[in-house]
Nanobody, 120 residues
C-alpha cells in the first residue's frame, strides 16, 4: 500500500500564492514520478504538472510561468508552488504517483485531494 497525503489548499485572493505539498509513504520500492491533477467545478480532472525522479518536468499551458513543481526525492514529497492565482484555478488538487512497490509490481496512487479556492 502507498499513501499520498496532500496539504496546503486554502482560500486565496486573485493574484495570491499557495504552496501545495504531497508526501508519499508506505511500500515504496522505487518512485518514478509524481504529479498534480486538478478538477474544477463541472470539469474533468486534468493533469497540470508532472515531475520524474530524473528531473523531467511538464506543465500544461494554462499554468506555465505561474506554477512550479518540485520534488524532494529523499522525502518522497512533491510540491506545487502556485503564483498569480486566478479564479479559474479554483479546483480540488490531487496528487498522483507512479511507484514500484516491489521490483516488478507497479502502482499508480492517488491522494485524497486538497481544495483551492481563488476568490475575492
Amino acid at each position: 500500500q502507498v499513501q499520498l497525503v496532500e496539504s496546503g489548499g486554502d482560500l486565496v485572493q486573485p493574484g495570491g500564492s499557495l504552496r501545495l505539498s504531497c508526501a508519499a509513504s508506505g511500500s515504496i520500492f522505487s518512485l518514478l514520478g509524481m504529479g498534480w491533477y486538478r478538477q474544477g467545478p463541472g470539469k474533468q480532472r486534468e493533469l497540470i504538472a508532472r515531475i520524474s525522479t530524473d528531473g523531467q518536468i511538464n506543465y500544461i499551458e494554462a499554468v506555465k510561468g505561474r506554477f512550479t513543481i518540485s520534488m524532494d526525492n529523499a522525502k518522497n514529497t512533491v510540491y506545487l508552488q502556485m503564483n498569480s492565482l486566478k479564479p479559474e484555478d479554483t479546483a480540488v488538487y490531487y496528487c498522483n504517483a507512479d511507484v514500484f512497490v516491489t521490483q516488478t509490481q507497479f502502482l499508480n496512487a492517488w491522494g485524497q485531494g486538497t481544495e483551492v479556492t481563488v476568490s475575492s
